[in-house]
Each structure stands twice: as structure tokens, then as C-alpha cells.
């Protein structure tokens, strides 16, 4: 079956680290995201891809950044840990509405980073 | 740039009782809306969906949501909750066209009692 993992699931770093999140789908969708979920604001868009090579900024993108090398992968990169970074991390994805896809985006488990 | 209200932050209900989540959104174009649901320590499932057609949409576990376009308001409603709808709900909402990325409510989280 198809799927979206995250790794890994559980991460503990010190301020100014670099920190990379994986995030792998095997759905061969177009449309990567990558959210945080805070208490009290729900989720909240960081970065988003649609297709190889494309990268955008979502709300809260500042010291966030994704590349896109291939459909499968949306890494999540903080380039100087904070602990306001401290967050469940979520990556999601869904398919391309021009190839007829639903928009309906799937989520993967997501990773519990701590920072101190 | 759109917004998503959910009004009730923290809800607890007994077995059985009925259930209605408020969800508000602010955008002026057509949007697609979403209901998800997170289980403790698990990720977001889609619970339904409304894209087009009936404003009335039935999801899984007995679930269904009612999108009122004159009120921009996508409630979700059961009509009697079990003990394993211990959850918290989210609402989002994406525009119909340009950006996918969903804009999500705050949450709202479900405690029922048996």
C-alpha cells in the first residue's frame, strides 16, 4: 500500500543545530507540505512543493527550508535550531488536480522535535 | 488570504449524546473543506470532504457535515458519540484554485465519557 513516512519520529537537538526531517510518500503525488501543530493554532503551513525542483513559503517559513531532488522526498531543514521550533512537525501530500487528483492530502505520522 | 474559526476549543460529552462542531472559514472565492480528525498519538485521517454538489456530506464512522455557503460555516455533526470518538477535529479549507496547502482551525478537542 501506498504511504507517507516521517523520520525520525522522535528528535532532541540544542539551539543553533542544524536539524533535518525526512519525509518519504510513496504515492507518487506532485503535491508535497510540510506543516507545524502548536497548541492552540492548529496546524500551520511551513513550506510546500509541487513538483520536482519547486519549493515555496508557507506561513511560517523563517528559519525553515525544503528542497525537492525527486517526487518522493521533501526534506525539512532548520538551519539554526530554535526553541521556539520546538513542535510536532507534519508532512503531507496529495495529488496533482490537473492529473484529476481529489486534493485530498494525506498526512504522515509526525515528528516530535525538541529543542533545548 | 483565508481563515478558519473552530468556536469550541475543548468539548466533553457522555456516550451517546450528540455532537455538532462549529466551523467558520473567511475567504471570498469557492473552497474545498475538510474535516480531519487526530487520534491520541496518532496522525491526521480524513474524516470528509466537500468539493462540490450535496452541501450535505457523509464521512466515516458515521460522520456527516453540512456546508452552509450563505454562512461560510462546514459544521460537523454524529448523532451519537462512542467513546472511541476521543479526538481532536480540525476544519480546513483550500481554495478552489492557486495554492493546495490547506489553511487549518485551531482544533477542537473531543473528550467523551462512558
Known amino acids: 500500500d501506498a504511504e507517507i513516512t516521517q523520520s525520525p519520529r522522535h528528535k532532541i537537538t540544542e539551539t543553533g543545530r542544524q536539524v533535518t526531517l525526512a519525509c518519504h510518500q510513496t504515492?507518487?503525488?506532485?503535491?508535497m507540505f510540510w506543516y507545524r501543530q502548536d497548541l492552540g493554532h492548529g496546524l500551520r503551513l511551513i513550506h510546500y512543493?509541487?513538483?520536482?525542483?519547486?519549493?515555496n513559503k508557507g506561513e511560517v517559513s523563517d528559519g525553515y527550508s525544503v528542497s525537492r531532488s525527486n517526487t518522493e522526498d521533501l526534506p525539512l531543514t532548520l538551519e539554526s535550531a530554535a526553541s521556539s521550533q520546538t513542535s510536532v512537525y507534519f508532512c503531507?501530500?496529495?495529488?496533482?488536480?490537473?492529473?484529476?487528483?481529489?486534493?485530498?492530502?494525506?498526512f504522515g505520522p509526525g515528528t516530535r522535535l525538541t529543542v533545548l | 488570504a483565508q481563515s478558519v474559526s473552530q468556536h469550541n476549543h475543548h468539548v466533553i460529552l457522555s456516550e451517546a449524546a450528540s455532537l455538532e462542531l462549529g466551523c467558520n472559514y473567511s475567504?471570498?472565492?469557492?473552497?474545498?473543506l475538510f474535516w480531519y480528525v487526530q487520534y491520541p498519538g496518532q496522525h491526521l485521517q480524513l474524516l470528509l470532504k466537500?468539493?462540490?454538489?450535496?452541501?450535505l456530506v457523509k464521512g466515516i464512522k458515521g460522520f456527516e457535515a453540512e456546508f452552509i455557503k450563505s454562512k461560510f460555516s462546514f459544521n460537523l455533526r454524529k448523532p451519537s458519540v462512542q467513546w472511541s470518538d476521543t479526538a481532536e477535529y480540525f476544519c480546513?479549507?483550500?481554495?478552489?484554485?492557486?495554492?493546495?496547502?490547506?489553511?487549518f482551525g485551531s482544533g477542537t478537542r473531543l473528550q467523551v465519557q462512558p
Open positions: 503531507a501530500s496529495s495529488e496533482n488536480l490537473a492529473g484529476g487528483g481529489t486534493d485530498t492530502q494525506y
Open positions: 512543493s509541487y513538483g520536482v525542483q519547486d519549493t
Open positions: 475567504y471570498g472565492g469557492t473552497v474545498n
Open positions: 480546513a479549507v483550500n481554495a478552489r484554485t492557486g495554492r493546495r496547502a490547506l489553511t
Open positions: 466537500y468539493f462540490s454538489g450535496d452541501p
Open positions: 504515492w507518487n503525488h506532485n503535491n
